[in-house]
């Protein structure tokens, strides 16, 4: 391969990556002329197209995905030959791009990155939070954290926290209505219910006890999709809530939240970080995978 097709795969990524010709520009130090150049040349020379191009939006054709992921597959090969060749896997050295689910970041990775920074001064780490299930390689990421089942997408996965399906309440709406002794008592108490982000539908409620599991669809007034705002109307007095243990554990850490029916808890699903399964692994990579599992080890 040519330079230049070298390079106009590597511009082709970052477009992928960035959203935007304007943002690659910015970040490759290059005129919006040359990188549109760059993919036209690119697209001209596989006879394919490879991105629809709207005022708005930029979005890969069936070819264009192919393209991309053996690109990216490509350019990481060789970034992980030069980083061998330059000492990295020794030295924890460049940019590392990794995703993780907004509860997680917020809560336990954002307050800890300053910690990775100062064991890893020639790390960048540049972090998205999201929860959209995307996956990796089209998020251009090196790692990427997940709650839940994982299809197979041929990425090494390791889980790092198992997570419970927890009941809480605050102090303040104990002291006013008690405290339910099974799940069968919730009908007499206000209920917060949770909509699923992305499809609205409402989430039930898990418990478990002496091995046998029930659902419970709660019977209430009040329903949001956006967990932080659940727990802010919980933290109210507004009723009774249940989610997963990630999220409710500072709360109830700081006593704002008390957990009941402690003997029906649910185990929920697992929390896992997925990282290329490459034999000679660049060493920020099995930096940041150690450094977030021993993060999550004083929560299994």
């Known amino acids: 391969m040519s330079i230049d ?21 910015r970040q ?25 191009r709207t005022t708005r939006k930029l979005s890969l054709t069936d070819e264009g995905k192919a393209c991309y992921e053996r690109a990216r597959e490509l350019l ?19 940019v590392l791009r990794v995703d993780v689910p907004t509860a997680i970041g917020r809560i336990y990775i954002a307050p800890a990155l300053p910690r990775f920074a100062a064991l890893y001064p020639e790390v960048t780490v540049k972090m998205t939070l999201g929860d ?11 790692i990427s954290i997940r709650i839940g089942n994982l299809k197979d997408s041929g990425r090494v996965a390791r889980t790092i926290h198992r997570t419970r399906h927890v009941c809480c309440a605050s102090p303040d709406f104990l002291a006013r209505h ?26 039930p409620w898990f418990f478990e006890r002496d091995g046998t599991a029930t659902e419970h669809t709660p ?21 009774v809530i249940q989610l997963l243990s990630l999220s409710l554990q500072p709360h109830i850490e700081k006593g704002t939240l008390v957990p009941i029916l402690a003997e029906w808890t649910a185990p929920g699903p697992p929390v896992s970080i997925l990282y290329p399964p490459n034999r000679h692994q660049p060493a920020k990579i099995s930096a940041f995978v150690k450094f977030v599992g021993e993060l999550f080890g004083t929560r299994v």
């Open 178 to 203: 008690g405290t339910p002794a099974s799940p069968a008592d919730l009908a007499r108490y206000p209920q917060l219910g949770f909509l699923q982000p992305t499809t609205g539908q409402p989430v």
């Open 28 to 52: 490759l130090e290059m005129s919006n002329s040359s990188v549109t150049n760059h993919l036209t040349n690119l697209e001209r020379h596989l006879g394919v197209r490879l991105l629809n």
């Open 132 to 142: 959209q299930i995307v996956a990796p390689e089209e998020r251009g990421v090196d």
């Open 76 to 94: 990481d090969g060789l970034g992980e030959m030069e980083e061998s060749l330059r000492g990295a896997t020794l030295v924890p050295k460049g």
């Open 5 to 25: 097709r070298f390079e106009a795969l590597r511009v082709f990524c970052r477009i992928v990556e960035a959203g935007s010709f304007t943002c690659t520009a």
């Open 219 to 239: 019977d209430a007034r009040i329903w949001i999709n956006h967990a932080e705002s659940l727990i802010d109307a919980a933290l109210s007095g507004a009723g």
